[in-house]
């Protein structure tokens, strides 16, 4: 059974960094495209950040751009999302996402994403 698994939430206050990490389960990912998700409470899942199969694109949402940064080895079979200088609209549940394509374009809709993982909760207090 193919899983993504997330993990590094927890509570942090504002200000503060957290590094999030998606663990790809039962087969490599090393050429799909991954992507990192949130969804606030009462809000729409909404696009974080993307990284292409080779790492060789990279995209942002502009609400996190400067302070989040995606990276990926493909050897651990391994995503990563730094994030730093965390505000408390940044607090939601996070879910990484991957998609086969081996293409440098990046792609943000929920809808084109066919792997998931169960989520971590991130908060930020203020």
């Known amino acids: 059974q193919v899983r993504l698994v997330e993990s590094g939430g927890g509570l942090v206050q504002a200000g503060g960094s957290l590094r999030l990490s998606c663990a790809p389960s039962?087969?490599?990912?090393?050429?799909?495209?991954m992507a990192w998700f949130r969804q606030a409470p009462g809000k729409e899942r909404e696009f974080v950040a993307g990284?292409?199969?080779?790492?060789?694109?990279?995209l942002y949402a502009d609400s996190v751009k400067g302070r989040f940064t995606i990276s990926r080895d493909n050897a651990k079979n391994t995503v990563l999302l730094q994030m730093n200088s965390l505000k408390p609209e940044d607090t939601a549940v996070y879910y990484c996402?991957?998609?086969?394509?081996?293409?440098?374009?990046?792609?943000?809709?929920?809808?084109?994403?066919?792997?998931w993982g169960q989520g971590t909760q991130v908060t930020v207090s203020s």
């Open positions: 996402a991957a998609r086969p394509s081996m293409s440098p374009t990046l792609r943000t809709e929920v809808y084109e994403y066919g792997y």
């Open positions: 039962g087969r490599s990912f090393s050429t799909h495209g």
């Open positions: 990284i292409s199969w080779n790492a060789g694109s990279r």
